[in-house]
């Protein structure tokens, strides 16, 4: 990101003696036209201009920033649909758009406009065509899953759908699907202690209703009542879809766990000598936990000891039992799980590493934090390359990039 912003911070300075030749070639192409944004494209130049409405709530640096970005993307999108991309079919069931818009490199552009004129924001910049280069012999399947791996969590969600599904990597596919759906619905399964007397009288105005929908898991996340009657009542085709919903109740029943089986997930158990709640959940539910945001912080005096037994490397049984029991205090705090899984590794307990780095992505993705997704994915590709009998080339390239 950071390298990004100074990118964008070079190519931004606007140089005040702009040859006038270029500015009147732009306007005479533009035509007056301040409304669209759009690509302006002349014999020697492609012109990408944003319009945003202006308004009394309109933030200068915002739209400014915002602009940069959407400018270039409006560009790249342009010379992409302009432009026969070589076996584009093949790419397309990968989710290539992210990918495709990385081959594109470009130098000499330089913003010529940023003002605001009447009630618009203008923000415009010109790139030489003789200063654009596609890559076009790197673009292939072989590239592209490289870099999907390393950059998936910034691509659309139906892309990112498209490439870990072409992969087969179910179980990634699940925990997305969990996250997206948990922006719209409490998808928490795995929750603190709650006031017994407000939450019986949820329940009692819950089972009240005629109707029931998934919004009032808000109220009362992870009431069984509510998942059942939702299915009940609404036929879901896919199955995805519908085992993102059942892991709101995991904990309480098995439907969720006999779901991942019918639907050809690996069996996997998780062996442990604590008999402690979020060990059991972690078994009921397979890895795929998500905690709900009330659960107070780790003491960093207690952190640091952790980490320092880890690095030390030694008495794993030990170091594993004060890490399970920190979970029970902490569970959202990531560094916990990473070393959970890495211990578990060092074991040689890949089945139950691979269930722990589950839970290390469902917390990164709670965070919304990249670095820690990557450090989760690293977790879960290096306990999948030990289980998973014979992987086809692509998996073996996806798992083989991440590590």
Not at 25 to 35: A, G, L, V
Not at 289 to 317: P, S, V, W
Request: charged fraction near 25%; glycine fraction near 2%; aromatic fraction near 12%.
């Amino acid at each position: 990101m950071k390298s990004l912003i100074t990118f964008l911070i070079i190519i931004c300075f606007t140089v005040p003696s702009l040859a006038s030749s270029l500015i009147d070639e732009f306007n005479e192409t533009r035509k007056n036209d301040i409304e669209s944004s759009k690509v302006f494209e002349t014999n020697n130049y492609y012109f990408s201009q944003i319009s945003y409405d202006w308004e009394k709530k309109s933030n200068r640096k915002k739209l400014s920033r915002k602009g940069i970005l959407e400018s270039i993307n409006q560009f790249k999108s342009y010379i992409l649909k302009s432009n026969e991309i070589l076996n584009e079919e093949k790419l397309n069931v990968w989710g290539k758009s992210l990918f495709i818009q990385s081959q594109i490199k470009f130098k000499n552009s330089r913003k010529i406009e940023e003002r605001r004129f009447k009630d618009k924001y203008l923000i415009v910049f010109a790139f030489p065509k003789n200063g654009l280069v596609i890559n076009k012999k790197d673009i292939n399947v072989n590239q592209l899953i490289k870099f999907n791996a390393l950059n998936h969590f910034n691509m659309t969600n139906d892309e990112r759908m498209l490439f870990l599904n072409n992969l087969e990597f179910n179980d990634l596919v699940l925990l997305w699907s969990i996250h997206e759906l948990d922006n719209k619905y409490n998808l928490s399964n795995f929750l603190t202690s709650v006031d017994r007397i407000e939450h019986q009288q949820t329940i009692l105005e819950i089972l009240k209703m005629e109707k029931i929908n998934l919004r009032l898991l808000n109220k009362a996340p992870a009431f069984s009542y509510i998942i059942d009657r939702y299915l009940q009542n609404n036929k879901l085709d896919n199955k995805i879809q519908k085992l993102s919903i059942l892991s709101s109740k995991c904990v309480s029943d098995d439907e969720f766990k006999n779901n991942l089986v019918k639907s050809k997930f690996k069996n996997l158990e998780f062996k442990s000598k604590n008999s402690s709640a979020i060990i059991k959940a972690i078994n009921k539910c397979s890895g795929f936990l998500r905690f709900d945001n009330n659960f107070k912080g780790f003491t960093n005096t207690k952190l640091l000891e952790i980490e320092k037994q880890f690095n030390a490397g030694k008495n794993l049984d030990g170091l594993i039992t004060k890490i399970e029991n920190a979970l029970i205090q902490s569970p959202l705090n990531f560094k916990l799980w990473n070393y959970y899984s890495a211990c578990l590794r060092a074991k040689k307990m890949f089945n139950e590493a691979l269930i722990i780095s589950r839970i290390e992505i469902s917390v990164a993705l709670k965070l919304n934090d990249k670095e820690k997704y990557f450090n989760a994915l690293k977790s879960y590709s290096k306990a999948k390359v030990k289980i998973w009998n014979n992987p086809n080339q692509n998996k073996k390239l996806f798992l083989e990039t991440i590590i």
